[in-house]
């Protein structure tokens, strides 16, 4: 269960309550993986979690595309998707 914590928020003050929530879905926004992670979770993370998940539960898949908000573009989280033949 996701731990419930105080955390960085740029929309709100710090002093709120919060928890991560991650969804991932094929293009036609079919869900295929949700997650609840705690509030202080590194979005980083969250997302190398996922570009292996991925890569390990559907290696069959033909040009996977990566569509993320601004914390997807590092270079931990590129070296982690092309290690998994994922561009």
Known sequence: APHVTRGYSKRQPAEFKQILASLVTTQDGIPLYFRATDGNRSENLEYQFYIRLIADQLPNLKDPILVGDAK???????????SHGIR
Not at 72 to 82: D, I, K, S
């Open 72 to 82: 997807l573009c590092t270079g931990p989280n590129f070296h982690v998707a092309t």
